[in-house]
């Protein structure tokens, strides 16, 4: 009997059989209205601006590595200083390091502190090593 695999991308989840082998494919918003309520937010003078983004942690990963290092934080932060709101999704990640949580979570926000930083889908030991190394004034 096939499996069935399941691809999560935009908060949304679809599970198609996997006919001689596993496959996925991400779901795509149907609608530019979809695109633009996901990652818009209106300036002073209502013009929609695309400043969220939604980065997946997992897809970053490069061979048998784990998160660990600043270089690696570093990696994954490069360019998100364009957005406003930043959402780090740990889907599929063991663990971290404190130095990748410290990048991210706080000299990342040192060095741009009116971007929004908030993370998901963290495990026990993600949570557990994000909840350490945040400024005490996060928490």
Do not use: C
């Not at 979809?34 to 061979?63: C, M, N, S, W, Y």
């Not at 740990?90 to 979570?105: A, L, M, R, T, Y």
């Amino acid at each position: 009997m096939p499996s069935a695999t399941s691809a999560k991308i935009f908060s949304t989840t679809i599970n198609q059989p996997a006919a001689g082998g596993n496959w996925s494919i991400p779901y795509l918003p149907s609608t530019l209205a979809e695109v633009f309520k996901q990652f818009t937010t209106l300036d002073a003078e209502e013009i929609p601006r695309f400043d969220k983004t939604h980065i997946i942690v997992a897809l970053a990963k490069q061979g048998d590595e784990r998160y660990v290092s600043r270089s690696q934080a570093k990696r994954i932060l490069s360019g998100l200083e364009q957005f406003n709101e930043i959402v780090i999704n740990f889907k599929n990640v063991p663990s971290v390091g404190q130095g990748f949580i410290d990048e991210v979570f706080r000299v990342f926000h040192n060095r741009y502190p009116d971007k929004i930083i908030t993370y998901r889908n963290a495990n026990e030991n993600v949570t557990f090593m994000i909840e350490r190394g945040l400024p005490t004034a996060d928490k």
